[in-house]
């Protein structure tokens, strides 16, 4: 996301790329992530996109969550 006006943006390495960063509250992240991460995992399946997970409290108190898809793929 761009701090300045919270568009999602391409990214400036593929322009057919589309990155999406969410903060995500820690009590919210095991429901994104799933039991041994299957939730997460079918979400990259079904969509196509890659998505990632940073550890606590590395940007606030919670998680950042990153997806990096193809701008024609399945909806996230």
């Known amino acids: ?4 006006n919270n568009s999602v943006h391409k990214s400036s390495v593929d322009a057919d790329n ?4 969410v903060l995500v509250p820690s009590i ?3 429901a994104i ?9 079918a979400v990259q399946t079904e969509t196509g996109a ?3 997970m940073s550890k606590s ?3 606030y108190p919670g ?6 898809a193809k701008e ?3 909806s996230l």
């Open 1 to 4: 996301m761009d701090s300045d």
């Open 50 to 52: 890659k998505v990632k």
């Open 57 to 59: 409290n590395d940007f």
């Open 63 to 68: 998680k950042l969550g990153a997806a990096d």
């Open 18 to 21: 589309v990155q999406l960063k």
């Open 33 to 41: 992530i799933g039991k041994g991460g299957e939730a997460i995992t």
């Open 28 to 30: 919210a992240a095991g």
């Open 72 to 74: 024609d793929c399945s």
